[in-house]
Structures are given as structure tokens and as C-alpha cells.
């Protein structure tokens, strides 16, 4: 703090309040151990604006088009709009029935794969969806911020994130992150369908989590990630 004041030419009292705001809003992080700060998962994120919804659909337009057709299911890569999800590319299912375009479209992220990954790679931002608030689309709709906080972390924890019937029944979803050269979530990748097809039993299908996490690397590797 002494060392942030002094070369801000700051009284240590204004050095100090301005670092708990940069702290509030994600700007900056302070280490619990040592006590020095650093930048901010939200600093980093604005630091991404670089790459954009259409540089992001140019990359992944390939890997995307090829989970479509491994999957049989519609795929969508979205990017975080404040507390939503703006999806800005979208893979029909490779069948005939009928679907609706939705690139542009804005999708609540406490309620979606897309968004509830995004979600657990910005704290930030999880901290401002619930602040929100979190509306209930169905009985299976995360509504509290505790429940949120246990599913972001188990997110964090396996690399991928479900939505079993939480923003429309009879739907379910996966979603993995797409990550740039700095290892900076910069977007998501997702498939979406009847729950009758991506569930077993209720349950999540771990093999068709896998093929998104597999298009989310090659993605990623687009990108300039390391691969994981």
C-alpha cells in the first residue's frame, strides 16, 4: 500500500480507497497470504475486447460446424454481455425440422451451460449476475446465489457445465470454455437439445460433454491457448 501510494503521489488513505474500489468491481485483486495486489480477473476480460464476437465465429466456425455433425445438435458460441450471454454464433441441428436463428440473441447465464461457464471463469461477473438477481424459468432454475456458488465451482472443478431443464423443460445443454493465448476465458462453446437425447436417466452425458470440450480446445488452440 506504502509502495501504491508513493508512486501515485497519494495520500495513503486515497490510495487505499481507490484500491478497495478497483477491488469491488474486479479491477484488482489483493492475495489473502501476502497481502500485495495484482489485476483482476475483470481488468483481464476487458483486456480480451480484442477479440470480438466475429473474429471469435470466424475461428471456431469450422470446429463448431463438425460438433453440430457429431453431436446431431444444434450448437452456440456465446461471450458475456454484463450479466448475459450474447450468442454470436449459431450452428443449426443437422436435420430438417425447423429452428430459429439465434445470433444477436441475449440469454439469461445463471440459467444456461453457455453463461453458467463464463460465469465460473469470471468471478466478477457471477458476483454482478447475482446482484441482478436470478429469475426462475423453471422448477430446475438455480435461484439462489448459494446454489450458484456450489455449481460454478463444481464447474470449475470438471471443466464443463449442464443446463438440465433450468431455461426451458424438456431442453438440456453442455457448454465448455474457449480460452486465448493468455488463458483468458474469452468465450463458450455449447450444444443444446431435447433433454430425451443429452440425458440419461436425468443425468448428464458425460460423452457428449467431452465432444464439446474437445471443439472448446481446438478452439482454444486457435487461439494461441496452451493446450490442458
Not at 24 to 38: A, I, L, M, N, W
Not at 134 to 142: D, N
Not at 154 to 164: F, K, M, Q
Amino acid at each position: 500500500m506504502v509502495e501504491i501510494a508513493g508512486e501515485l503521489g497519494l495520500p495513503k488513505a486515497t490510495a487505499h480507497g481507490i484500491l478497495r474500489t478497483l477491488t469491488h468491481v474486479g479491477f484488482v485483486e489483493q492475495d489473502p497470504d501476502s497481502g500485495k495486489y495484482q489485476l483482476g480477473a475483470a481488468l483481464l476480460h476487458i483486456g480480451s475486447s480484442y477479440l470480438d464476437g466475429n473474429e471469435l465465429r470466424t475461428r471456431a466456425l469450422n470446429w463448431s460446424g463438425a460438433l453440430a455433425s457429431r453431436t446431431n445438435e444444434a450448437v452456440r458460441l456465446g461471450t458475456l454481455h454484463e450479466s448475459r450471454v450474447l450468442v454470436v454464433h449459431h450452428v443449426f441441428r443437422p436435420d430438417d425440422t425447423r429452428q430459429v436463428l439465434d445470433v444477436g440473441a441475449l440469454m439469461p447465464a445463471h440459467a444456461t451451460a453457455l453463461g453458467k461457464v463464463l460465469l465460473a471463469h469470471h468471478s466478477y461477473a457471477a458476483t454482478e449476475c447475482i446482484k441482478a438477481g436470478l429469475p426462475r424459468y423453471t422448477s430446475k432454475t438455480i435461484v439462489d446465489a448459494e446454489g450458484l456458488h456450489r455449481e460454478l465451482e463444481a464447474i470449475n472443478s470438471r471443466g464443463w457445465a449442464a443446463e438440465l431443464e433450468e431455461l426451458v423443460p424438456d431442453e438440456a445443454a453442455y457448454a465448455a470454455p474457449i480460452k486465448d493465448r493468455r488463458g483468458v476465458t474469452v468465450g463458450a462453446i455449447g450444444i443444446s437439445g431435447p433433454a430425451s437425447r443429452l440425458c440419461v436417466n436425468g443425468e448428464a452425458r458425460s460423452d457428449l460433454a467431452a465432444l464439446v470440450r474437445e471443439a472448446a480446445r481446438s478452439i482454444s488452440r486457435e487461439l494461441g491457448a496452451t493446450p490442458s
